[in-house]
């Protein structure tokens, strides 16, 4: 009867062992994730202040320069705009991000992956869209010899 016993008590030790190790190894990939998508963000991040500043650079040429022609004039309006939704998207995310120690206790492995899956997405979505901005910033401002 107690090497039963004992034979049990040492399957149930394993069995829990074997649970924290796959909780550990899930933990991890979470962990590798959320750090791919951060990465995404810090490339991006420090573009903002160049993206605010050929919005404003637009902005102003707009205000001071009534001769534009209509097309150049809808080109650069399109631009500050496309500039204002990038960086409200970049401030959106930030905002609305949850790390995933935060969401372990009401979501399992699966459902924190898929959530960082689609923030990884999210993120670099804006990346490309501030990019865009830049080049396109860039361009417009340079176009008007300003």
């Given at each position: 009867?107690?090497?039963?016993?004992?034979?049990l008590v040492s399957l149930l030790l394993l069995t829990l062992l074997g649970c924290g190790n796959e909780k550990k190894a899930q933990e991890a990939?979470?962990?590798?994730?959320?750090?791919?998508?951060?990465?995404?963000?810090?490339?991006?991040?420090?573009?903002?202040?160049?993206?605010?500043?050929?919005?404003?650079?637009?902005?102003?040429?707009?205000?001071?320069?009534?001769?534009?022609?209509?097309?150049?004039?809808?080109?650069?309006?399109?631009?500050?705009?496309?500039?204002?939704?990038?960086?409200?998207?970049?401030?959106?995310?930030?905002?609305?991000?949850?790390?995933?120690?935060?969401?372990?206790?009401?979501?399992?492995?699966?459902?924190?992956?898929?959530?960082?899956?689609?923030?990884?997405?999210?993120?670099?979505?804006?990346?490309?869209?501030?990019?865009?901005?830049?080049?396109?910033?860039?361009?417009?401002?340079?176009?008007?010899?300003?």
């Amino acid at each position: 009867m107690k090497p039963l016993f004992y034979t049990l008590v040492s399957l149930l030790l394993l069995t829990l062992l074997g649970c924290g190790n796959e909780k550990k190894a899930q933990e991890a990939e979470q962990v590798q994730l959320r750090s791919e998508l951060m990465a995404a963000h810090d490339e991006v991040m420090p573009m903002m202040g160049e993206l605010t500043s050929l919005a404003g650079q637009l902005k102003q040429i707009l205000q001071a320069d009534s001769t534009l022609a209509a097309d150049v004039r809808a080109q650069m309006e399109t631009a500050v705009a496309q500039m204002t939704e990038a960086e409200e998207g970049m401030m959106d995310w930030m905002a609305n991000f949850k790390q995933p120690e935060s969401l372990r206790a009401e979501m399992d492995h699966k459902a924190i992956m898929a959530y960082l899956s689609q923030e990884k997405e999210k993120i670099s979505e804006v990346g490309v869209q501030i990019k865009s901005g830049i080049e396109t910033g860039k361009t417009l401002v340079a176009a008007t010899g300003k």
